[in-house]
């Protein structure tokens, strides 16, 4: 029995457009996926191949996809941010308004913000960074 490549691909373009609605990670990989698989269906293969190469090929980019991720969130570390201690900048664009994230720069660079507990601070402020957590810088507004 030959499945059609069809039978491959347009889950697998659900699935891709699931991740973007949903930012349901895993899907990513699911919808990928399809695509050697239906080239495996296009090509004549058996459906148990299709599978077994639908599965590998899952089970491929979920861990290309995890350190892809890794490095990402690895490249400003915590310390880089504490060197920006005392210096200065402005807010300029607020990412998360639920979370009072900010887009502020400093030093030539943009970094998100938060602000210190007890210091509110508002798009557009001059504040200075007075510490780190996580990769958010922690401001507090800047006097005068």
Avoid: N
């Avoid at 499945?3 to 895993?26: K, V």
């Avoid at 293969?45 to 491929?60: D, H, S």
């Avoid at 030093?107 to 508002?122: R, S």
């Amino acid at each position: 029995m030959v499945a059609s490549h069809w039978i491959w691909l347009i889950p697998g373009g659900l699935c891709l457009a699931g991740c973007y609605l949903t930012r349901f990670r895993p899907l990513l990989a699911m919808g990928g996926a399809a695509l050697p698989a239906s080239l495996a269906a296009y090509a004549g293969l058996p459906v148990w191949a299709q599978v077994l190469i639908y599965l590998a090929a899952t089970a491929g980019l979920e861990f290309f996809h995890k350190r892809l991720q890794h490095a990402l969130r690895s490249r400003r570390t915590p310390a880089a941010l504490r060197q920006l201690a005392g210096q200065t900048g402005r807010l300029r664009d607020v990412v998360d308004a639920r979370q009072g994230v900010f887009l502020m720069h400093v030093e030539g660079q943009d970094v998100l913000a938060v602000a210190a507990p007890g210091h509110p601070i508002a798009l557009g402020d001059r504040v200075e960074v007075i510490g780190a957590s996580g990769r958010r810088a922690i401001v507090k507004k800047r006097e005068g």
